[in-house]
């Protein structure tokens, strides 16, 4: 995980930009001028932590400025193997995804399973900006005519320019402003239980992959304790973090009884209570001034501080869940009448919508710490197989979800009543009590802040 900063035709302070995303990248830093484009880079090492895989990075006629992880890193390769490709200087995965480049242009990002943002160069073809297919990396840019700016976070850009985030699952050529889609569907297995597990058991596995410490989120709901029952059988020893606003909630006691019963150590880090200052630097770290996203900020940030200072650089989370499967109130009130073909649009427009929200709160709340979150529910064949399955297979309430951890977690966590991060924790209530009218002052704070209302 690391971050980006860039520019075409543009006079960008390099030292700037970069210190300015310093968070994002605590184990080094770079940039390089090619022509009339700048690539600039912030690291923070988490495959392949050596010199030699600093970035920018060349390989062929690309090089590469790369935020992310191939989760599939050993299949691209073998791949890349099998088309002459070989020599490798590395064993991370950004000299994969240069390689995919320089072989096959943006298409190739279509072979990655993971998150990603991207800059290159290409000395045949010019200046490219991809983002993965659903956007759960940052990536911003400003254009003015032939000029633009890009980076990781609005921090890094001019204050009070409005700054538009690449679309996920596009490729944007610089030079000429023509975006290019490279995301393409993929055949879903079929919407059982079992081939769930399966999928997510995968998905678990690949995130664990790094040469850095890794940890997990306890939240004590359905889909973190899910998470965490499936690692125990692939790493061997856990830890799990959970965040203690109110010491009496009931999510907490769920916390400590799954930890319990799974028999690994319950990290317990307390929450402080909300003051207009924290609200602030929430917002400011978000940049991004959604109600219910800055209120898990409030929570996330000192359980980022304590998952990095025990030294940790990777940690796993159950998000996007409830987004999947139907979890949400909303999602179920909308459900009742529904079709198949509406049922499957309600749940992809909410995980388009964790592109602008969800997904820019984990990674910018945790890599505020220099920490990188890894989503095992976005998974490519766990987002295909939900999206792709109707009602039947598929019930409001995350009833598949239910039915294919039944053997698997406890009976008791499966039906524990749903509630929000931010409400079970009780630090939503507690926000509320500091600013009379928490929307406005949110968006106040952002307004002043970067100068307009970032949209995410």
């Not at 390689?99 to 290409?122: S, T």
């Not at 490279?182 to 081939?195: C, G, L, N």
């Not at 949400?328 to 964790?354: C, F, P, S």
């Amino acid at each position: 995980m690391c971050g980006l900063i860039g520019g075409y035709r543009a006079t960008l302070d390099q030292q700037t930009a970069l210190a300015s995303i310093a968070h994002r990248g605590p184990d080094g830093n770079g940039w390089q001028v090619i022509g009339t484009t700048t690539l600039g880079h912030t690291r923070l090492a988490i495959q392949d932590p050596r010199d030699v895989a600093a970035q920018p990075f060349p390989f062929g006629t690309v090089t590469l400025t790369y935020n992310g992880e191939a989760y599939n890193a050993p299949e691209l390769r073998a791949g890349l193997e099998a088309e002459g490709v070989g020599g490798w200087r590395t064993t991370g995965d950004t000299e994969l995804v240069a390689a995919l480049l320089n072989l096959h242009g943006h298409a190739g990002l279509d072979r990655i399973e993971g998150m990603f943002a991207a800059a290159w160069h290409d000395t045949r073809t010019g200046t490219w900006l991809a983002r993965d297919r659903h956007g759960k990396m940052p990536l911003y840019a400003v254009r003015a005519g032939h000029r633009w700016l890009w980076a990781s976070e609005l921090k890094a850009l001019p204050a009070g320019v409005p700054a538009v985030a690449v679309a996920p699952g596009t490729a944007v050529h610089v030079d000429t402003g023509k975006v290019h889609r490279w995301a393409r569907t993929h055949p879903p297995p079929p919407a059982e239980p079992q081939a769930l597990r399966t999928a997510l058991r995968d998905g678990v596995a690949a995130r664990l992959l790094s040469d850095r410490p890794v940890c997990f989120l306890l939240s004590g709901g359905l889909d973190s304790t899910m998470v965490l029952t499936l690692a125990r059988e692939l790493h061997p020893n856990p830890v799990a973090y959970t965040a203690v606003y109110d010491p009496a909630s009931d999510d907490l006691r769920a916390a400590r009884r799954v930890a319990a019963h799974l028999d690994i150590p319950l990290v317990e880090v307390p929450v402080p209570h909300p003051t207009t200052t924290a609200i602030t630097e929430a917002v400011r770290t978000i940049e991004i001034p959604m109600k219910a996203q800055v209120e898990i900020t409030l929570a996330n940030l000192p359980l980022a501080q304590a998952i990095a200072s025990d030294g940790f650089r990777v940690v796993l989370s159950g998000e996007a869940a409830d987004e999947l499967f139907g979890g949400y109130g909303n999602l179920i009130r909308a459900a009742h009448g529904a079709d198949d073909a509406t049922w499957r649009e309600l749940r992809r427009a909410q995980v388009d919508k964790m592109g602008r929200g969800n997904f820019m709160r984990v990674n910018k709340v945790f890599m505020a710490a220099g920490v990188e979150a890894r989503l095992p529910f976005m998974h490519r064949p766990v987002v295909d197989l939900a999206l792709a399955a109707g009602l039947r297979d598929c019930p409001p309430g995350k009833g598949l979800l239910k039915r294919a951890a039944a053997g698997v977690v406890p009976d008791w966590v499966i039906k524990r009543p749903k509630d929000t991060f931010q409400g079970g924790t009780r630090i939503a209530d507690a926000a509320a009590r500091v600013v009379s009218n928490p929307v406005r002052f949110y968006n106040a704070e952002a307004r002043r802040l970067f100068g307009y209302l970032p949209k995410g």
